[in-house]
């Protein structure tokens, strides 16, 4: 029986620049592309339909490429233990490689759970670390340098003819329960899948970056200049390497302001992911203890009226009614709405994380988790943000474009009237046969008196003895030493 080495895909669904597959082909062995949907996957409620198909319709993707090579990728659902142990004793299984998940408790018990299995019957397993993001560091000593490192040595394309393939006949003949195809429901959500993937890249490239940090914040004008490629490299159709690559060629040619803002975020990405990394209990506690004794309370009614867009804040209800229906939100709408949920509705930053972690598109553990504590203020190491909503909605949205996009029932108002049509007089509701609370909502608080309230707890908190010690003990963790800082300014070390 041939020796095997499966290649496990998780958040890395492609074939070029992907390190466990090139080594798979340079073992000479027979390789079993591998993908798993376990079964806690269909059960959390941070993993969607939406995730599922983007996956699927990766993986048929990547199965056209393969098809002339006369395999695919083996897409299978179940216990991931359990298929681990059928393959086992059904193929001869000598190597595991796949890249290390940044992912959820759930993950990493499941990852727990297979190392065990497969160091009982013998398997090696080979984790390869993601650019950038380093498992088991208890500081961030030469974190920045070594990224920089990474994303100009790394990447290359994949030689497949090299390869040799555990043939599609055997695959269809294993028994496991093989995935069948789930058509999207909603035709405004990106498709999934490495041709997109570099579609999208070559136009923002070629043409869209140009504005990108001009409309940045704009929820609009985002959806075009921004690169839309967030869900590409959260599912791992495109490396980091290969975009930042692509966009280092294009400074000569392109917009050089705007490309650098977009560089810069691709390292904040794996930023934030080694954050996540370095300290995973923050996907349920708050990062810094001192503001656990604020907001134990739900009103359930008011979470449910944000998640439904029915807040009576147009921006906040057009922004919520748009991720629901696209998956896709720009940063600063996704700060308004995580602003306007724990801020000024005063609730925990737990119940909105695990929602619109379903519905983003691309969700990526290692970003949502720390941005969304970043943004409730509980991290004691940044500065407070209370996002007033109808100044972003005047501020980004002024002529209403996106509100009346996705809250139809205003569309009749002017721009004057529609970022507050709780304020209409009479004659204006007749005027523009409107009734309000009953065509849209009344808000559900009153966002001067509720920001205040907000930022008065908030401050004092973090100016509190505790939140301090915290705070000295998460910089220790994640930030370098201000000696090292000073180096860095006087260019003896890279930033």
């Not at 759930?106 to 993001?133: C, N, Y």
């Not at 003819?161 to 405004?188: C, E, G, M, N, Y």
């Not at 979470?303 to 807040?311: E, P, R, S």
Request: aromatic fraction near 10%; proline fraction near 4%; include cysteine.
């Amino acid at each position: 029986m041939h020796s095997v080495t499966i290649v496990w895909f998780k958040r890395d669904l492609r074939l070029d620049n992907h390190a466990p597959l090139m080594n798979a082909i340079n073992s000479s062995r027979k390789i079993l592309l591998l993908w798993i949907y376990d079964d806690f996957m269909r059960q959390s409620s941070l993993h969607s339909e939406r995730h599922l198909c983007f996956q699927l319709e990766s993986i048929y993707d990547l199965n056209r490429h393969l098809s002339p090579l006369n395999t695919s990728v083996l897409a299978v659902e179940g216990k991931a233990e359990e298929i681990f142990a059928q393959l086992s004793e059904t193929l001869n299984i000598s190597e595991m490689l796949s890249y290390r998940e940044s992912g959820t408790h759930d993950t990493f018990e499941r990852d727990k759970r297979v190392k065990h299995l497969l160091r009982e019957r013998g398997i090696l397993w080979q984790e390869f670390p993601r650019t950038g993001i380093k498992r088991g560091s208890e500081t961030r000593q030469d974190w920045s340098r070594d990224w920089e490192h990474q994303v100009r040595e790394e990447g290359c394309q994949t030689d497949l003819t090299r390869a040799s393939f555990v043939s599609t006949d055997v695959l269809q003949q294993l028994a496991l329960k093989h995935l069948q195809a789930l058509a999207p429901k909603i035709s405004v959500v990106q498709p999934g899948g490495r041709t997109f993937a570099l579609q999208y890249l070559h136009s923002f490239i070629e043409a869209r970056h140009r504005g990108y940090f001009k409309h940045i914040s704009k929820p609009e004008a985002a959806r075009f200049h921004c690169s839309r490629l967030s869900a590409y490299i959260a599912w791992g159709n495109l490396s980091l390497v290969e975009i930042w690559k692509k966009a280092q060629d294009a400074f000569p040619e392109g917009s050089r302001r705007d490309l650098q803002q977009f560089v810069s975020r691709l390292k904040w990405q794996s930023h934030f992911i080694q954050k996540f990394e370095t300290d995973g209990r923050i996907e349920f506690d708050n990062q810094n203890a001192a503001f656990n004794v604020v907001r134990n309370d739900v009103n359930l009614h008011w979470v449910q009226a944000w998640k439904d867009g029915l807040t009576g804040y147009p921006l906040v209800d057009a922004c919520m009614r748009c991720v629901a229906a696209t998956g896709y939100l720009n940063f600063r709408m996704r700060a308004m709405v995580v602003s306007f949920l724990t801020h000024h509705l005063w609730q925990p930053w737990q119940l909105g994380a695990e929602w619109l972690g379903a519905q983003f598109l691309d969700f990526e553990p290692g970003i949502h988790f720390p941005q969304f504590q970043m943004q409730a203020a509980t991290t004691g190491m940044h500065t407070i943000r209370i996002y007033e909503p109808i100044k972003q909605s005047l501020e980004h949205d002024a002529e209403a474009v996106f509100i009346r996009k996705w809250l139809p029932e205003l569309a009749a108002l002017p721009a004057g009237l529609i970022h507050q049509p709780h304020l209409l007089t009479p004659l204006e509701e007749r005027m523009y046969s409107f009734r309000r609370g009953i065509d849209y909502p009344l808000p559900l608080v009153d966002t001067k008196v509720s920001g205040a309230k907000a930022g008065e707890i908030l401050w004092n908190i973090l100016k509190s003895q505790e939140a301090k010690k915290e705070a000295a003990r998460i910089l220790k963790a994640h930030v370098v030493s201000p000696e090292r800082k000073k180096a860095m300014k006087r260019g003896k070390i890279f930033s």
